[in-house]
């Protein structure tokens, strides 16, 4: 029996939170008038992702009265985002204490969450949260929002509506049928490959399919067992897939890491505080550039637990200073060459990330030729060129895109890009756990300032048609008036 008395249990947790929520008069009631076009209901947003940040950027709407908004995912439900697909990483990274997408309320939190069904003492215990144990969170929080997310629904194209500009005409597809929806606003909430793709370098592209995955990938790990796998890169999957490769059995597991050391410090959490992410979006845009050109060039380590459950084993071999020259295949095997030796393998993994390429997008393709990025507009110091942020969407205040030329794409203005790529022009807002709340509450005030003032009309007869009164007439005399000079 589970003595521990602060178990309230989840439905306890979510009294709590209805308590708090009516407490705070929230949600605010829906305040957006409906707009119908072709006979079908016009949604106010549209959520293009269920992972984490497509979640918050839904509450904090819903919270603001916005409640005709739509999420959709082409994951199952449970399955959104990498934490039970292609994360492999035991645990998170981030400290378990944050507050995440908890939007400022203490009972939405992972803690709150966790308290409740397991108690104060495990949580007292726990080191970090188990990333099934994360995904469980973000299930329980869609639920107890009542988020209105609709899953295996895959988003195809993104247009402007041809009989109304103001108006997004999103295809999507949905057990193998396709529809039209209308919506004033679109979010991507699209995750770390949003504007693009698995990032694979050139020297590795000519490699027949079987003799590579990238870390994204659903991959095998049962059929490596007994092979000798590569990994190249030293970030956190990178090290999280080579773990795996051996836990699973595989002969050796050799990484390649191109720098002559494994990167120590976390140098942009390290100086995480209110001010950084409240602070960032307004600084001006070299010194904006300066400090993530900083950050690339120092690179992010993989986690510590992630690196000693691979050096574990003593079949892997970590081989710094040592970028691939030459790849090729023969036999069913991979011969890899770096700067420091030649080696066979059976199997290659890519821990070589994400890019930005809209190509890679197609829906997309209506808005691409006409979203400017940063390298359209700003020179970098010498000494500070990176192409990664020069491929960086260059963002306005709402995290919406903006026009390469003036008055050329004006629905831009309507589509917001709250992922990864957003992080020159926001800071991480809309990524990863610390400060994804701030990002939603930035957004989602962003759009409802929008939603209002383009109904400016509506509101302003909804203004002169208002005609409750408070004062009835009954309460006061006008001390002037015939009748009360002749009572004088
Ligand atoms: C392996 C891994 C581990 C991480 N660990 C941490 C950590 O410990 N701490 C931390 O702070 N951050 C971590 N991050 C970073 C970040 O928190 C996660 O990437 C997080 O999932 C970001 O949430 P998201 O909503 O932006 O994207 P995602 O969770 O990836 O969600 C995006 C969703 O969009 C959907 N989607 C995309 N395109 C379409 C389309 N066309 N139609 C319909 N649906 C679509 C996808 O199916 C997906 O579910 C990690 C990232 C990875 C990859």
Redesign the pocket.
């Known amino acids: 029996m589970n003595t521990d008395l602060s178990i309230e249990g989840l439905s306890g947790l979510e009294e709590r939170l209805s308590q708090d929520l009516e407490f705070l008069q929230l949600p605010a009631r829906n305040w957006v008038p409906p707009r119908r076009h072709q006979s079908q209901i016009v949604r106010d947003v549209l959520i ?7 979640l918050a950027a839904a509450a904090r709407l819903k919270l603001l009265g916005v409640h005709n908004t739509l999420v ?4 199952s439900q449970g399955r ?3 934490w039970v697909t ?2 492999r ?1 035991r645990t ?3 400290p378990k204490q944050l507050a995440g997408p908890a939007l400022g309320l203490p009972a939405l939190t992972f803690r709150a969450f966790f308290e409740a069904q397991f108690g104060r003492l495990a949580w007292d215990t726990l080191d970090k949260i188990d990333r099934t144990t994360w995904m469980d969170y973000l299930v329980w929080y869609r639920k107890v929002l009542d988020l209105p997310v609709q899953n295996e ?3 195809e194209t993104i247009e402007s509506d041809r009989d109304d500009p103001a108006l997004f005409a999103v295809t999507v597809e949905s057990a193998g049928t396709r529809r039209t929806i209308h919506a004033r606003h679109v979010v991507l ?4 490959a ?1 504007l693009g793709g698995k990032a694979v370098p050139d020297v590795f592209q000519a490699l027949p399919p079987e003799l590579w995955s990238h870390s994204e990938d659903a991959i095998d790990f049962a059929a490596l067992k007994g092979k000798k796998v590569g990994v190249v890169g030293a970030g ?2 990178a090290v999280d897939n080579a773990a795996v490769a051996l836990e699973q059995g595989a002969a050796s597991v050799d990484l390649f890491i191109r720098r002559n050391d494994i990167p120590r410090v976390n140098k942009f959490t390290g100086i995480g505080s209110p001010g950084v992410v409240h602070g960032f979006a307004s600084l001006p845009d070299d010194e904006k550039w300066r400090f993530l050109d900083y950050v690339i060039t120092e690179q992010t380590p993989p986690p510590r637990d992630s690196v000693l459950r691979v050096s574990a084993f003593p079949n892997a071999r970590f081989h710094l200073s040592s970028p691939i020259h030459e790849v090729s295949a023969e036999g069913g095997q991979v011969t890899l060459t770096t700067a420091r030796g030649t080696y066979q393998l059976d199997h290659l993994i890519l821990g070589t990330g994400f890019n930005v390429d809209l190509g890679e997008r197609p ?1 997309l393709a209506a808005f691409a030729p006409h979203i400017r990025f940063w390298g359209d507009r700003f020179e970098p110091p010498k000494g500070q060129e990176n192409a990664e942020l020069a491929n960086s969407p260059d963002l306005g205040p709402g995290f919406t895109f903006q026009e390469k030329q003036p008055g050329a794409c004006p629905a831009l203005k309507r589509l917001h890009c709250f ?2 790529a957003a992080t020159l022009s926001h800071g991480k807002l ?5 400060a994804v709340s701030e990002g939603a509450d930035r957004l989602a005030r962003a759009i409802v300032a929008d939603l209002f003032s383009a109904d400016r009309d509506r509101h302003f007869a909804d203004l002169q048609a208002y005609d409750t009164p408070e004062i009835l007439g009954d309460e006061w005399q006008d001390a002037d008036a015939p009748e009360a000079v002749g009572q004088g």
């Open positions: 293009v992702g269920g992972g984490m940040c497509g959709l995912d082409r994951a959104e985002g990498p292609y994360a990483m998170l990274r981030s629904t895959r988003v909430a699209t995750g770390r949003g956190a999957s829906e992922n990864y809309s990524g990863d756990v610390p």
